[in-house]
């Protein structure tokens, strides 16, 4: 059997409700008509109320229309019963009361009908009986619930006149008493259709049970994961903190050796400088001495007279011997340009930097990371005295004369 055919009147009667509902509506206030209800001329329904309001609206629009007319034609003639419509129409009469409503005119506002109401007004219409009786059973007939209008149109597909009343255990189907005795389901096993129905109510129900507390499993589970991420990106965080604290103290230490091995390098260059530069002045000034010594030798040699030369050569002779005989310091030995005593060896420093890793294991709060942050600083201290001690011995095994000049 079809269960979804059985409701197939249920769902034609309540598309019928959505209709008629529709047809209950007042096209002025949009909603269901309150009553009394009123029927026009052209068979149109309104709320008694809402026609007041709409011819009142209108009323006192056409009296402020035309009283601004008669002014204007009063300003003009002065008072005149024949220029003045209220005087010549005995139907004129104020329509701005809220309680009394005359004669006059107004549209129906679904066909634009003009209707003309007599000096009843809007209560001389007619009331339409038939549409508020209507209302009530709509209001009666959506007050019900919708269990009992079911249990009321559930009717079975081949016997038409036979409610579903039983349910059949072997189709698992819901059917009527006929079926049972004459139909398909005379040799099934079958139970009332109550019982079926509280049993499966109460399986849904511990099945929707069963199923909001594997959600709330669920969400705690979900709840759990959020903090495990949150708390991977505060580690994750903190960690990289420490790991740049660490190289920067770790670079720091580089620059402080580097500045240290840059001033003994300016050092030696100064030294030597300084020597070197020493010979230049005093060879130059030995160079000096000699070629003043050879311009008077020279100037002595060519004197014609013989006495007078006599004189002076025994003495030019001696000086010229003597310059010869000087010795001057000694030249800088070969090399000692040379600055590759200065040279550091880094790759088996580099090789050492490039092994840093992570240490599995490590404590992860606070304390032991300012533990382990004391402990790499000592470690790079260590690291310092490391590279001073290779790096020092190799430049005083190459260069002894490499040393801080003493204080001034």
């Known amino acids: 059997m079809n269960f979804t055919v059985g409701f197939k009147p249920l769902l034609g009667d309540a598309h019928s409700m959505d209709n008629l509902e529709k047809q209950l509506i007042c096209p002025i206030c949009l909603e269901m008509f309150s009553k009394p209800v009123v029927i026009l001329p052209c068979q149109h329904n309104l709320c008694r109320k809402c026609a007041n309001d709409v011819f009142q609206t209108l009323s006192e629009s056409e009296d402020a229309i035309m009283s601004e ?3 204007s034609l009063n300003s003009l003639h ?5 220029c003045d419509p209220r005087a010549s129409n005995p139907l004129w009469q104020s329509r701005g009361s809220t309680t009394v409503s005359s004669g006059g005119r107004f549209r129906c506002p679904s066909c634009r009908h003009e209707v003309v109401l007599d000096r009843h007004g809007v209560y001389g219409l007619q009331r339409n009986l038939l549409v508020e009786n209507i209302i009530d059973i709509y209001k009666q007939e959506s007050s019900r619930p919708l269990h009992s209008k079911a249990e009321q149109h559930l009717m079975c597909e081949e016997h038409e006149d036979e409610k579903i009343n039983i349910y059949c255990l072997s189709c698992e189907v819901p059917t009527c008493s006929l079926c049972k005795v004459f139909g ?3 040799d099934c096993e079958v139970a009332p259709l109550p019982t079926i129905y509280k049993r499966q109510k109460s399986e849904l ?4 049970a069963m199923l909001v507390a594997g959600n709330d499993r669920v969400q705690a589970v979900i709840t759990q994961m959020e903090e495990v991420c949150q708390t991977i990106e505060d580690n994750s965080r903190r960690q990289k903190q420490l790991l740049n604290q660490r190289f920067e103290t770790l670079c720091a230490v580089l620059e402080e ?3 240290e091995l840059l001033q003994a390098l300016a050092w030696e ?10 010979l230049i002045r005093q060879y130059g000034d030995h160079l000096e001495v ?3 010594l050879v311009e008077t030798a020279i100037q002595s040699m060519e004197e014609p007279q013989m006495a007078l030369y006599l004189q002076q050569a025994k003495e030019l002779i001696n000086k010229v011997g003597a310059m010869s005989k000087v010795e001057l310091a000694g030249r800088p030995e070969p090399g000692y340009e040379s600055m590759e005593q200065f040279s550091v060896s880094v790759e088996h420093v580099a090789e050492m930097l490039r092994t840093i890793d992570f240490q599995p294991g490590a404590a992860g709060d606070e304390e032991d990371d300012e533990v382990a942050l004391d402990g790499d600083e000592s470690n790079a201290g260590l690291e310092e005295e490391r590279l001073d001690g290779p790096e020092v011995s190799a430049v005083e095994a190459t260069s ?7 204080p001034p």
Do not use: M, N, W
Not at 78 to 82: A, F
Not at 270 to 278: A, M, N, S, T, Y
């Open 257 to 259: 050796r580097k500045g």
């Open 290 to 292: 000699s070629s003043k």
């Open 269 to 278: 260059q100064e030294e030597k400088l300084q020597r070197v530069r020493g």
């Open 205 to 208: 129900s511990d099945g929707i």
């Open 184 to 186: 398909a389901h005379k």
């Open 69 to 71: 007319f008669t002014d």
């Open 400 to 406: 002894p004369s490499v040393c801080p000049p003493p």
């Open 78 to 82: 002065g008072s005149c019963r024949v």
